[in-house]
């Protein structure tokens, strides 16, 4: 009974000593697999976020998740920011490493040195209504055609 008793704390071990050794790079398949799969996410957004894993592994490093900081975070951001990539661009590639941590934590149950929900996505630049930009446009053509009648 002893030897089963440390057969499973040495099994364990090594599940919680395989957790806390999973980089990036270890699980972004699997992870991307699962967006297609579960959360039914699209091909070309599939495509996107295996992109934005590889810049970031290049860009920030190839990271422990469970000891992934909100440093890393603000070291993404910089770069990202200096290139001049647009908020949608930043926007996608933040979401791509909040959702990588949020799958590692619920699938293994593994705890993170940060939480994935205090990672802010920027918004999306509001972008206004053509229809009414034109419609605005036609309407003062419109007056200046019925004046000269």
Not at 5 to 10: A, C, G
Request: hydrophobic letters at 45%; charged letters at 30%.
């Amino acid at each position: 009974m002893t030897s089963l008793s440390q057969e499973l704390t040495f099994a364990l071990r090594m599940l919680q000593h395989t957790k806390t050794k999973k980089r990036i790079s270890d699980i972004s398949e699997e992870f991307l697999i699962w967006l297609q799969v579960e959360r039914r996410f699209a091909k070309s957004s599939i495509v996107s976020y295996r992109s934005r894993l590889k810049c970031f592994v290049r860009d920030v490093g190839d990271i422990k998740l469970g000891e992934f900081e909100m440093s890393h975070i603000f070291q993404l951001k910089r770069i990202l920011h200096e290139r001049e990539n647009t908020e949608v661009f930043i926007g996608v590639a933040l979401a791509c490493i909040k959702g990588l941590l949020k799958y590692y934590r619920n699938l293994y149950s593994a705890p993170l040195k940060i939480n994935p929900d205090e990672i802010t996505i920027p918004k999306r630049p509001r972008r206004e209504v053509v229809f009414l930009f034109i419609l605005k446009i036609l309407l003062k053509y419109s007056k200046i055609i019925i004046i000269i009648k």
